[in-house]
């Protein structure tokens, strides 16, 4: 039995929350054993609250700390790797769909003993780094699966778990009042409608936000509670969708309940007191799912065998031609409608994970 292992995932926020199924698998077959996690800043927070996790490590990138130099982040970034080796994990698995060279030497800094990691088909698995390679898949699986794969020589098989992501109680706590003092009702029914995403061909036109939202809210009775990216899209480094929050405040037939999400742990609350959720493919996507959300999710190029919301009831609308704009607000709503209507028990404002 390994008594102890750091998992490390240095990318986006749905590829770690896609990586939380892999901690409850581990916990379940060895419940002594200690978990480390290696992320970075722009995703750590959908882990802080994971009661399997029993410590978690932030590696900086540079392009998300650029008020602190470069010098100051590989310094702190070189301090870091020195307490993960301090720890001595047994065990490190580099966590990626498929293989990097950067994400194998830094499992190898960690000095574990045991090293795990894809490696391409037919590649000869050089011991210096990955000493106990996986063959990366070579056909397209979900991530979720690609994910377990990697911890099957640690003895952990079967079925994935569900994803899981825990909000912080304090942030429900501070949500709700704010939502209260805006407008919610007691035992009103509440659905997240999430406008923003990374890639463009994902992007969905204002227009069509708010012609849902006022579908929802004029026909089905729910209030739509508005999240998104904060910051301006001519930020070239970390694009937001300010000016379409503020587009849709302004236009929508009724105006919807808005909650500015200055944290991903603000994004994690706010979404846990939704009955369901809109949205667009990306990290936000998966968080709903984490957070056993019914999820209508409209795309563009992605591919759903590897990033359809895991472990939900869940409607994709995707075109063929690989661009979210195709849909119709129309063709969202009867999507919704019949998503909602057939998700057992779909939880209300009240009821946070």
């Not at 990374?198 to 204002?206: C, D, L, M």
């Not at 996507?285 to 009831?313: C, E, F, N, Q, Y």
């Not at 119709?328 to 998700?343: I, P, V, W």
Request: net charge positive; hydrophobic share 40%; proline share 6%.
């Amino acid at each position: 039995m390994v008594k102890s292992v750091i998992l490390i995932r240095r990318d986006n926020i749905g590829d770690l929350v896609c990586t939380t199924p892999v901690i409850r698998a581990l916990k379940a077959k060895y419940p002594e054993i200690k978990i480390g996690l290696l992320v970075n800043s722009y995703n750590a927070e959908a882990v802080r609250n994971n009661p399997d996790v029993d410590e978690v490590f932030v590696w900086e990138k540079e392009k998300h700390s650029s008020d602190k130099g470069v010098l100051r982040v590989a310094l702190g970034n070189l301090n870091l790797i020195r307490r993960v080796r301090a720890r001595k994990f047994e065990a490190a698995v580099g966590c990626s769909y498929s293989y990097s060279k950067r994400l194998e030497r830094y499992t190898f800094l960690t000095g574990s003993g045991i090293r795990i990691g894809h490696v391409p088909g037919g590649r000869a698995a050089s011991k210096l780094f990955y000493n106990r390679p996986v063959v990366e898949p070579d056909s397209p699986i979900h991530e979720v699966e690609a994910m377990m794969r990697l911890v099957e020589p640690l003895g952990v098989a079967g079925p994935p778990p569900p994803m899981f992501v825990r909000p912080s109680e304090d942030e429900i706590k501070k949500a709700l009042l704010y939502l209260k003092r805006v407008g919610l009702k007691e035992n009103e029914g509440l659905v997240a409608m999430q406008i923003s995403s990374r890639k463009p061909q994902n992007r969905w036109p204002r227009e069509r936000f708010k012609e849902l939202g006022d579908m929802i809210q004029g026909k089905s009775g729910l209030r739509v509670i508005l999240l998104w990216a904060p910051g301006t899209g001519a930020n070239a480094l970390h694009p937001g969708d300010d000016e379409k929050a503020d587009w849709l405040i302004s236009s929508m037939e009724k105006r919807p309940l808005v909650y500015r999400t200055e944290t991903l742990s603000e994004l994690i609350a706010a979404m846990s007191l939704s009955g369901a959720v809109v949205t667009c493919d990306g990290g936000a996507m998966h968080i709903a799912a984490a957070l056993g959300k019914p999820v209508l999710t409209i795309w563009g190029s992605t591919d759903r065998k590897r990033w359809a919301p895991w472990g939900v009831p869940h409607i994709i609308l995707q075109k063929e031609t690989k661009f979210a704009e195709a849909v119709s607000s129309r063709e969202a709503f009867a999507a919704f409608t019949d998503l909602y209507s057939k998700a057992s028990g779909p939880g209300t404002h009240g009821q946070g994970r």
